[in-house]
């Protein structure tokens, strides 16, 4: 049966209230019915790759036109895209992949996923429901694989049960705190054919009501609290973000005269060239952002969780004594790590706002004396200049300027920055300063590598006219860098800068300091030639190994706007992030520099 764009409006007018036809409900097979499920949600792209369970859902996308389905060629990759595209768009993420293999494939992306809050839906193909438990060829127990990396699934047995549990899965996804959702469909469930009378409008719950809303008395305690502070700190997270409160949140610091920091998967959330940002806190933030966080009277968390890279030693943040206000949805996060003083569950847009009104009607206002002398404080920290390096190596290029140039010759357009995992990305989110919301996409919470391309694949498809950089290193990028066929069937031509060190930069950091330098397997031996590699793929590759040559080769690759540009950048294997703080150091124990080891 065909699925084309005029039956759109069939679809579109099942989720405002119409139902079947005049002629009755439709028989329609599963397939058809996912489909029709999917576009009632305007879903866009799908990124996958086909197996046997899943070719009657394969068969039907080949008989529509609206959603486009891109294949990738590693099911890890089609749900990092799918990611990155949630990421950057705010958009529900789709991804399908087929049973067995597609679905452990897909479980790493899954997990990624989970850990920073994306709002995905997987789908994935089962073996036939009589099958199930029997060891059937390409079989696993994907809601058993899956239970601890979703915010839930479902195994759908019944095709009259998949239109609703699509719209559960999406409302699932998108809502509260958001995260990736599995719906699991075994292969008779795609074929048999059903009534099928139309997507539903809504979706009721019993078990699952998050709250929007938050305490109306406990937002009061907080703002006495905050206008009464001498040393206030505002710490953000992701969670500003994912829940489209940047806006409220830049109002609210403008409001008070606050300084303000992010966690890594938090920037862009306020201006990174305003001076109230004091620059990311943690593990690799800086002297002031973390010094603040240590030192203050009252902090006000928002959308953030405390967790282990960004406060450090729970026990020596608790030394110093201050006041704990903290926002988010999800009620778990609340005292989780850190005890609190004034929780508030609810909507962190929906919370900031009403918390706004009420500083704007109150007529109090901030100590001006205090919060002077705080700032002069801040600045006696910031004079410090934690994040120098040096500048005038005209021998081996460091890294952080590579970061550094193409902040500054890209930051008055429409950039997306995605990045894998390592020392690139700390330089990455130390040196380019965001400006803007969700133009920083990368792994947070479980630290993946090989999500670059993918991510920037996906953002690209979604933003076709920004400029898209994967900042990577010669470690991550293999991991996924068949991905570059992708990029070249599909037409995203992404930018890739390489910080080529000839290490796992991350790991050898550690050794160096940790391990009293013991390099265990973390040199790369047998690196390709990148720039044949990226040719071979249909690409350009460009060669990048002295400071001055720097600019011109990201201006070469910036003109080259229809294709994809590998720039393998030789970078200095001795360089280290810094600051950092160790494991099991407190916030405010930073390493600054090569001296201090």
Partial sequence: MEISKAEITSAAAATQGSSASAAGPQDLM?????IKSLQAENVQYIWGYPGGAVLYIYDALYKQDTIQHVLVRHEQAAVHAADGYARATGEVGVALVTSGPGLTNAVTGIATAYMDSIPMVIISGQVPTPAIGLDAFQECDTVGITRPIV??????KDPRDLAMTLKKAFHIARTGRPGPVVVDIPKDVSFKKVPYSGYPQSVEMRSYNPVRKGHGGQIRKALQLLLSAKRPYIY??????????TQELRTLVDLLGYPVTHTLMGLG????????FLGMLGMHGTIEANNAMQNCDVLLAVGARFDDRVIGNPKHFSQNDRKII????????????VKVDIPIVGDVKDVLTELISM?????????????G??????????????LKYDRGSSDVIKPQYVVETLWNMTKDSDTYITSDVGQHQMWAAQYYRFDEPRRWINSGGLGTMGVGIPYAMGIKLAKPQAEVFCITGEGSVQMNIQELSTCLQYNTPIKICSLNNRYLGMVRQWQEIEYSGRYSHSY????????KLAEAYGHVGLLIERPQDVEPALREARKLKDRTVFLDFRTDPTENVFPMVQAGKGLTEMLLGSEDL
């Avoid at 915010?151 to 759908?156: A, G, P, R, S, T």
């Avoid at 959330?269 to 109230?276: F, G, T, V």
């Avoid at 500083?359 to 919060?371: I, K």
């Avoid at 790369?524 to 720039?531: E, H, I, K, S």
Wanted: aromatic share 8%; hydrophobic share 40%; with cysteine.
């Fill in 151 to 156: 915010k839930h699934n479902f195994l759908v």
């Fill in 30 to 34: 599963g397939a058809e019915i996912l």
């Fill in 236 to 245: 953000t997270g992701g969670g500003v973000l994912l829940g489209n409160a």
């Fill in 326 to 337: 903290h926002i988010d949805i999800d009620p778990s996060s609340i005292s989780k790590r």
């Fill in 359 to 371: 500083v704007r009607e109150s007529s109090t206002r901030p100590d001006a004396a205090a919060l």
């Fill in 373 to 386: 002398a705080w700032w002069d404080t801040i600045e006696g920290w910031r004079k410090r200049e934690c």
């Fill in 269 to 276: 959330a306020y201006p990174a060239s305003d001076r109230k």
């Fill in 524 to 531: 790369m031996d047998a690196l390709p030639n990148f720039v």
